[in-house]
């Protein structure tokens, strides 16, 4: 799973002229699945985003979590992480989930996200979405968690 996760003073998405999602301070985070990934590791990146201490205490220091401030997540479906442009000029995106199994997926760390009561906004999985942030740092970071492989019998 590929996730780019944005520290942000503000962010919303739009559909269609209408904003679907909205937070202040917090984390704007795209999420792309890949063949493979299963609920267990969205569970696992939806802990390191709540847990990841990008904020900063009281000496300035990334030190406290998205939970230790209260903050907002914004999740944004986006496939096009999965990019790749080796072999010319036009990306391919054959490294991501068949929508079916990227819109499970992204379901599952909305769901998981909101029973860790975290603020939840998202976007529309699937849509043309128009997304506005101010990042604040800047802070972005990448977070590309796999799969274990189970072991040989």
């Known amino acids: 799973m590929i996730s780019l996760l944005q520290r942000v003073a ?12 909205r937070i202040g301070r917090g984390l704007l985070v795209f999420v792309c699945a890949e063949p493979g990934d299963d609920e ?24 406290r979590s998205l939970v ?6 914004l999740l944004v479906s986006q496939f096009t992480l999965a990019a790749d442009v080796a072999g010319g000029n036009r990306p391919s995106f ?5 929508p079916d199994l990227g819109r499970r997926l992204y379901d599952r760390m909305v769901a998981t996200a909101r029973a860790q009561r975290a603020p939840v906004q998202t976007g529309v999985f699937g ?17 590309v968690l796999r799969p274990h492989a189970t072991p040989a019998a």
Do not use: W, Y
């Open 10 to 21: 503000r962010a919303h998405v739009e559909v269609g002229g209408v904003v679907v999602g």
């Open 40 to 63: 267990a590791l969205c569970d696992k990146v939806v802990a390191k985003l709540l847990k990841l201490r990008v904020f900063a205490d009281e000496t300035g220091k990334m030190n």
């Open 68 to 73: 230790d401030i209260g903050g907002g997540l």
């Open 94 to 98: 054959s490294a991501a989930a068949p």
């Open 127 to 143: 849509a043309e979405m128009q997304v506005s942030l101010v990042n604040d740092g800047p802070v972005t970071i990448p977070i």
